[in-house]
């Protein structure tokens, strides 16, 4: 059968390192679910300035737009703890077992790369709006590091996760693609 998401993360890993991320990973699915809720309460007020009080906003679109983007770099890691992220799971389950461990190490791996080079080209970006003193076009002006900062967190905190679910699957506290013995 195939692994389904849960709202529960995997069982607890006996290795410390594994149960440290997977913490972290919780509180960064917290942070996003409370950035997600902080857009819509300014949604909700914005709404009522634009239409009850027949008033302008200046910020609140903009606020809403950096809240649901870092939300959804920061739940990252929150996703891949509980296994949320878009699986395709038809070759795996044609593997026999040891096919499908070297499968599921290679798959880590790769995704390890791609996530750290996200990382770096994040933190670059990053740090060049910081240095730069870079605005927003807008009337508000944010200082754009501020919300560019979601992106070398949240790649991180994604690689960091990626990483304890690699020592897992290596120390055979998890099941390749969590899914059962072939």
Not at 10 to 30: E, H, K, L, Y
Not at 32 to 57: D, P
Not at 99 to 124: K, N, Q
Not at 145 to 152: G, N, Q, R, T, V
Request: proline residues 5%; aromatic residues 10%; positive net charge.
């Amino acid at each position: 059968m195939t692994a389904t998401p849960s709202t529960q993360p995997r069982s607890p890993s006996p290795m410390a390192f594994v149960r440290v991320v997977a913490a972290i990973s919780q509180a960064a699915g917290w942070c996003a679910a409370g950035m997600i809720l902080a857009a819509v309460a300014i949604t909700c007020q914005m709404i009522f300035i634009r239409f009850v009080l027949n008033g302008s906003t200046v910020w609140q679109t903009e606020a809403v737009v950096y809240l649901v983007v870092a939300a959804t770099l920061v739940g990252l890691p929150y996703v891949q703890l509980l296994r949320g992220h878009v699986n395709v799971d038809l070759v795996p389950l044609a593997l026999p077992r040891r096919a499908r461990f070297a499968l599921a190490v290679a798959t880590s791996i790769g995704s390890i790369a791609i996530v750290a080079l996200m990382l770096f080209h994040g933190f670059e970006y990053w740090h060049v709006a910081w240095e730069r003193g870079w605005r927003s076009d807008t009337v508000w002006g944010v200082r754009l590091w501020i919300p560019y900062l979601s992106l070398p967190v949240g790649f991180g905190l994604l690689l960091l996760q990626l990483t304890a679910d690699l020592a897992a699957l290596i120390a055979g506290d998890d099941k390749p693609f969590g899914l059962e013995a072939a």
